[in-house]
């Protein structure tokens, strides 16, 4: 069982380029969330999926997209990477709603946009 | 809009010594609250969590968290803390039954020998 898994682990992309970040879970979950964590400023939603083929858009949602075609992925797109899209990225699922379920989290991917 | 706020990004305590990390919210309703702790280079991982039961609530690792309505509180205490307690935690907060969550700035913890 391997929880929640997310590809790649780092990413240096130059201003521009695009890229997809995948998260995987096996634990059959219905909800799933991207975060990005900076410094000094905690985790900040991005995007959340209630179930397979939805999305909506969190708390910091704009120069990214994503799709859950499959249960199991959760796939976090930027179009057109720029600098301030430098952070650490977390996935995360959870078997219920956050606001009563324990959210379980990937290890997370270091992108540097320079 | 609810918030939280996490007094003291960075904590020190020695060894054997109590541990208190400090979260407030404002939230005008009732709320959700979660601790989170994150260790070098990993995800998050939930430490406890208050969704309206008990006010005092234990976690996992010896944490406990009580909710003050009065005081809009929710301090994590620790009797002892361990050098493995080390780590970054989050105090998060879900005002209704939504999938918003919005987490803390984060304290570091740190444990000297």
């Known amino acids: 069982n391997a929880g929640v898994t997310q590809t790649p682990k780092f990413r240096v992309l130059k201003t521009g380029q695009s890229m997809t970040l995948l998260c995987a879970q096996d634990?059959?979950?219905?909800?799933m969330y991207w975060y990005r964590q900076d410094p000094g400023m905690g985790l900040r939603l991005i995007h959340y999926?209630?179930?397979?083929?939805?999305?909506a858009k969190g708390e910091v949602p704009d120069g990214y997209n994503v799709s859950r075609l499959k249960k199991q992925n959760f796939l976090l797109g930027l179009e057109s990477a720029a600098p301030s899209q430098t952070s650490v990225y977390f996935c995360?699922?959870?078997?219920?709603?956050?606001?009563?379920?324990?959210?379980?989290f990937g290890p997370g991917t270091r992108l540097t946009v320079t | 809009a609810q918030s939280v706020t996490q007094l003291g990004s960075h904590v020190s305590v020695s060894e054997g010594a109590l541990v208190l990390l400090r979260c407030n919210y404002s939230?005008?309703?009732?709320?959700?609250l979660f601790w989170y702790v994150q260790y070098p280079n990993q995800g998050l991982q939930l430490l406890l969590k208050?969704?309206?039961?008990?006010?005092l609530v234990k976690g996992i690792n010896g944490f406990e968290a009580e909710f003050k309505k009065s005081e809009t509180s929710f301090h994590l205490t620790k009797p002892s803390a361990h050098m493995s307690d080390a780590a970054e935690y989050f105090c998060?907060?879900?005002?209704?039954?939504?999938?918003?969550?919005?987490f803390g700035t984060g304290t570091s913890l740190t444990v000297i020998p």
């Open positions: 208050y969704t309206s039961a008990a006010t």
């Open positions: 634990m059959n979950h219905e909800y």
């Open positions: 939230s005008s309703v009732p709320p959700y």
């Open positions: 995360a699922s959870s078997r219920e709603l956050a606001s009563l379920d324990e959210q379980y």
């Open positions: 998060a907060v879900s005002v209704d039954t939504g999938n918003q969550f919005y």
């Open positions: 999926s209630v179930g397979e083929g939805t999305t």
